[in-house]
């Protein structure tokens, strides 16, 4: 056999299957919160998340602790995927690249254009921007052999790029008020755990430790602790040469392999029950007509499937990428519609761009379930009766049918 026949599967590419398993686990926890939240347990569960573990309350240590072990797995694949993936070269990067720049582009715009008369709300642009890549997942893989195997990996190329983009929009758009010296303090973390990859160091633990001090260092620095997740994963070493393209032992596989499961089956669920409750009483139509609600969710449910679909067919359109394979035009705007449930970064984003207001924060939630729930419904039926192609349409099938 070759040395790529013994190449092991990626975390993310393994548990595909198991993705539609952790977006189920998703979706009970949010309908468990928004059940507990409009139940007479409401009190104790909103005091719950008030009450302070140290120096953090319940809600921040999930948010800005938990999450990081999120945003260290995302970092990872990402990671993984652009060194030895489905994004490891240009051609495989340009349909998913550029339809992950058009869902983020196009949603943003919609926000803005119900939001420009209200000035203290534009702070939420970026929240319809991103996919739930455990969510869509999900969707897709609840569908079965209605959906090609390309169609799942575009859609996993796609919502990865996507969590990058939405990773760059948090630590420029969403950072407070910066301390120089433990940004510096962060910085230096940063140099000895790249020192330590560059050496040849291969104890994980040792990378863990210098990981918790590097969130220590962010969280006080201003930037969004979960960013130190992210950091942290790119310097998590990958091993690879000519001879063994991917070693199943090296580091950030041992660590991609052990995350992926807490993460999916707990970090996540415990994020979407801990901010997916939305008291309803007292909600009519001001809330949900409201600019960022309105706002929220036409760029979930109508900027995504515009701007990943339209940017997917002009891509193809400019001979740069064709295609996902067996797949037809019709599957792949049903995907477009997918990238539109943005339930965990959205809720994310949501809540750095409204801090210190709970009744944005409840709009944001509204917005977000509307979107993503309308977008899920939506795809799944598309995907469901949509017809295969018996061969894959390449870009000159898109320019017959364009003339």
Known sequence: MTAASHRPASALRRFIASEAAGGVVLMGAAAVALIVANSPASDAYFGALKTYLGPLNLLHWINDGLMAVFFLLVGLEIKRELLDGQLATWPKRALPGVAALGGMMVPALI?????????????????????????????????????????????????????????????????????????????????????????????????????????????????????????????????????????????????????????????VPVFGFANAGVSLAGIGWAQIIAPVTLGVAAGLFLGKQVGVFSAAWITVRLKLAD?????????????????????????????????????????????????????ALLGATVLLLASPERHPPRASDVDAIAS
């Open 111 to 267: 926000y803005v254009a119900f939001n420009h008369r209200t000035p203290e709300t534009l702070a939420g642009w970026a929240t319809p921007a991103a996919t739930d890549i455990a969510f869509a997942l999900g969707v897709l893989a609840l569908l079965g052999k209605k959906a090609p195997v390309s169609l799942k990996i575009f859609l996993t190329a796609l919502a990865i790029l996507d969590d990058l983009g939405a990773v760059l929009i948090i630590a420029v758009f969403y950072t407070a008020e910066l301390s120089m010296l433990w940004l510096a303090a962060a910085a230096a973390v940063l140099a000895v755990l790249a020192a330590l990859n560059g050496f040849g160091v291969r104890r994980l633990w040792l990378y863990l430790i210098l990981g918790a001090v590097l969130w220590v260092c962010v969280l006080k620095s201003g930037v969004h602790a979960t960013l130190a997740g992210e950091a942290l994963a790119f310097t998590i070493p990958l091993d690879k040469s000519p001879a063994r393209p991917d070693d199943a032992n090296s580091l950030l596989h041992r660590l991609e392999h052990a995350l992926a499961p807490w993460v999916g089956f707990l970090v």
């Open 323 to 375: 295609w996902p394979e067996n797949a037809s035009i019709a599957q792949v705007y049903g995907v477009s519609l997918l990238c539109g449930i943005g339930f965990t970064m959205s809720l994310f984003i949501g809540l750095l761009a409204f801090p210190g207001s709970v009744t944005l924060q409840d709009e944001v939630k509204i917005g977000v379930l509307l979107g993503s729930l309308s977008s």
